[in-house]
C-alpha cells in the first residue's frame, strides 16, 4: 500500500506505509516465529497426548522442563555476557575480541553441557527416583538429555 503525501516544500512524495525492512520486518519474522513454535508445540503435545495419554504428557513435560534448567545451568549466564562483550567489541570495531569471546563462551557452554549430558545419561535413574520422584522419568530424561549440548550451542548462537 502507498500512501501520497506531502512533504515541507508542497510537494507530493510516494511513501511506502507497509514496508518490512528494519524493525518492522523484524518483529513480524519474530512473531511468525513464535507462533509457528507455539503451533508445533501444541500439535507436538496433542499427538502425545493421544499416543501416550496424560502419563506420558507428564513425564515428557517434565523431562523437558528439566532439561531446559540444565541448559541455563550449563550456560551459566555466559549468553547475557557475550552480548554484552561481543556488541561492545562490535562497537568499537575489535572485532578479533568479540569473535574470541564468542568461541570462548560456547566451549565453556558446551563443556558443560556435555559434562550434564554425561552425568544424567549415566545416572538417569538415580536422578529420575531421588530428585524428580518418578521412576517413569528415567527414559525420557535421559533420551532428552542428549539434546542439552544442542540447545546449549544454539541459546549461544543466538
Same mark, same amino acid.
Given at each position: ?7 515541507r516544500q508542497g510537494f507530493w512524495v510516494k511513501r511506502d506505509i507497509f514496508h518490512l ?6 518483529? &513480524?519474522v519474530g512473531f511468525g516465529v513464535k507462533g509457528l513454535g507455539a503451533a508445533t508445540s501444541?500439535?507436538? =503435545?496433542?499427538?502425545? $497426548? ?6 506420558? &504428557? ?6 523437558? =522442563? =528439566?532439561?531446559?534448567?540444565?541448559? /541455563? ?6 549468553? +547475557?555476557?557475550?552480548?554484552?562483550? @561481543? ?10 575480541? +568479540?569473535?574470541?569471546?564468542? @568461541?570462548?563462551?560456547?566451549? #565453556?557452554?558446551? +563443556? +558443560?553441557?556435555?559434562?550434564? #549430558? #554425561?552425568?544424567? @545419561? ?6 529420575? =527416583?531421588? @530428585?524428580?520422584?518418578? $521412576? $517413569? &522419568? $528415567? ?8 539434546? /542439552?549440548? /544442542? ?8
Open positions: 500500500r502507498v500512501l501520497f503525501r506531502s512533504d525492512r528494519g524493525v518492522r520486518g523484524q518483529m &513480524v501444541f500439535l507436538f =503435545t496433542w499427538l502425545l $497426548a493421544r499416543a501416550a495419554g496424560p502419563v506420558g &504428557v507428564g513425564t515428557f513435560g517434565t523431562s523437558l =522442563t =528439566t532439561v531446559q534448567m540444565c541448559v /541455563i545451568l550449563s550456560l551459566l549466564g555466559l549468553d +547475557a555476557i557475550l552480548v554484552r562483550s @561481543v556488541s561492545v567489541n562490535l562497537s568499537l570495531d575489535r572485532t578479533g575480541q +568479540a569473535r574470541s569471546a564468542a @568461541v570462548h563462551a560456547i566451549r #565453556t557452554g558446551t +563443556a +558443560a553441557g556435555l559434562v550434564l #549430558t #554425561t552425568a544424567i @545419561v549415566l545416572f538417569h535413574d538415580q536422578i529420575a =527416583t531421588d @530428585v524428580i520422584g518418578s $521412576a $517413569a &522419568v $528415567a527414559t525420557s530424561l535421559m533420551v532428552l538429555s542428549l539434546a /542439552i549440548p /544442542i540447545m546449549e550451542i544454539g541459546r549461544a548462537h543466538v
